[in-house]
């Protein structure tokens, strides 16, 4: 015949199964008169299994006279009046240390999301923050710097000239502010690093082609294909993200 238990509050579905199989489990966190609930089963009630947030008091304890053991799967026990189990000579045991290593994990995991801002890059993700409408406005926009060679006027031509400066400009802080979201604080002076060194890399990649665009006299060559590249890295840009986002996640099934 199997011992005669009381639970409360409702344990885990998992420990349910388990004490349901060892004993014959009745369930006081369903009563809503806890000792008319057990004076019926005063004479019978061996075992009580307790949690956090059920109270196991002295006039509980009084009113179980073969109880023999209180076990509560927390670390405290808080909830239990242990003066009065002490002088009944009933047993109370505990789960002590079975949290440790998680809060130590927990807490330098959230040391580590902290510095790092881990969350903020998943948020950042996860909403896809990314300003793909601004960089294709500032792609469409930079067009206009191919009519530089349009018009005879310098003046109009100065205007077309500083008209695409100011995009190009208008691409590298937007790029900055998406870097200084994305990454951590301290490593902004990183980001711009490779930020200034990627563009010069550009600089000096096309400054020996539109030097011999010069050379030809090919203006028209020159500032047509200026105001493309904006819209080649954009969509480039583009491609790239759609390229990772479709990729699979590592560790995924």
């Known amino acids: ?47 009580f299994a307790s949690f ?5 008091r002295a006039d509980l304890i009084a009113a179980l006279p073969k109880l023999e053991i209180i076990a509560t799967m927390s670390v405290g026990t808080d909830h239990i009046d242990l003066a009065a189990a002490k002088a009944r000579g009933i047993a109370v045991t505990n789960a002590p240390d079975v949290l440790t290593d998680c809060v130590a994990d927990v807490g330098m995991a959230l040391v580590l999301a902290v510095a790092r801002r881990i969350t903020a890059a998943d948020r950042f993700v996860r909403e896809e923050a990314r300003p793909v409408k601004l960089y294709v406005l500032l792609a469409i926009l930079a067009l206009a710097t191919s009519m530089t060679t349009w018009t005879e006027s310098w003046v109009a031509a100065l205007a077309f000239f500083s008209w695409g400066m100011f995009i190009a400009v208008g691409f590298i802080v937007t790029s ?78």
């Open 176 to 253: 900055l502010h998406l870097a200084a979201r994305a990454y951590p604080r301290g490593e902004t002076g990183m980001v711009a690093g490779i930020g200034s060194g990627a563009w010069s890399a550009v600089v000096a990649i096309l400054l020996p082609i539109y030097g011999r665009f010069f050379d030809h006299r090919d203006y028209a060559a020159t500032f047509i294909s200026l105001s493309l590249i904006p819209a080649l890295g954009t969509a480039l840009w583009w491609w790239i993200g759609r390229a990772a986002k479709a990729a699979p996640t590592v560790g995924a099934a």
């Open 1 to 47: 015949m199997k011992p005669d238990i009381l639970v409360a509050p409702r344990l885990l579905d998992v420990v349910m199964e388990r004490l349901q199989a060892d004993f014959t489990v009745h369930h006081l966190w369903e009563a809503a008169e806890p000792k008319a609930f057990v004076a019926p089963l005063k004479e019978k009630i061996r075992g």
């Open 52 to 56: 956090t947030g059920y109270p196991v």
